[in-house]
């Protein structure tokens, strides 16, 4: 089992920036993907970015250039670092990791941290 935290969420206006944090209970070296979604009111669940264990990310189109996202192995956290904020990134932003299970990967989720962006 793997429990994942987030935090870092808030109210922004328009073109700020905000940073979320995602805190893993399992050690980074269990972990192979860690990734942040994004749902919006009325829209599904979307991939904004991902991060394997050896580093190689991966982004939404909507994001590239200006969301960055990042991780510290020795305290077991991932970051999404959310620069040039549009009203269009308000979400519930939930962080996903997967390990080896006996079947293949498993999936854990967090509970989510709402981000508004709004002037």
């Known amino acids: 089992q793997v429990q994942l935290v987030e935090s870092g969420g808030g109210l922004v206006q328009p073109g700020g920036s905000l940073r979320l944090s995602c805190a893993a209970s399992?050690?980074?070296?269990?972990?192979?993907?860690m990734r942040w979604y994004r749902q919006a009111p009325g829209k599904q669940r979307e991939l904004v970015a991902g991060?394997?264990?050896?580093?190689?990310?991966n982004y939404a189109d909507s994001v590239k250039g200006r969301f960055t996202i990042s991780r510290d192995n020795a305290k077991n956290t991932v970051f999404l670092q959310m620069n040039s904020l549009k009203p269009e990134d308000t979400a519930v932003y939930y962080c996903?990791?997967?390990?080896?299970?006996?079947?293949?990967?498993?999936?854990?989720w967090g509970q989510g941290t709402q981000a508004t962006v709004s002037s």
């Open positions: 991060i394997t264990r050896g580093g190689r990310t």
């Open positions: 996903y990791a997967d390990r080896p299970g006996p079947g293949g990967l498993l999936g854990f």
């Open positions: 399992a050690s980074f070296s269990d972990i192979y993907n």
